[in-house]
């Protein structure tokens, strides 16, 4: 397997790594956490359980968000959806 750099991929406009890397913003929605970190290292998590009010969960994001500032890329993983499939972490 090839190794993966962790630098920002030049497409991404403005030539400053550290610019682009600040404004990539990634969120981790969980079934009973909401996370985001930014290459920078800065990181936040907030308890939000998904299954029991999932209509909240734009402004919960937005919420999230808004404690880093001007964002120009969003990448997301969701596990949330799989939280009530599973009996346990063994099924």
């Known amino acids: ?6 630098t920002v991929p030049p497409r991404l406009g403005t030539g400053n790594p550290s ?13 009973a956490n909401l996370k985001a970190a930014t290459l920078t290292g800065q990181a936040r998590s907030i308890p939000f ?21 001007p964002v120009a890329h969003v990448v997301v993983t969701m596990t949330g959806e799989l939280c009530d499939c599973f009996t346990d972490k063994s099924a």
């Open 1 to 6: 397997m090839a190794e993966q750099s962790a």
């Open 19 to 31: 610019v682009e890397q600040a404004q990539i913003l990634g969120l981790d929605i969980g079934g």
């Open 49 to 69: 359980a998904l299954w029991r009010d999932p209509a909240q969960l734009p402004r919960q994001l937005e919420t999230l968000k808004a404690g880093f500032g």
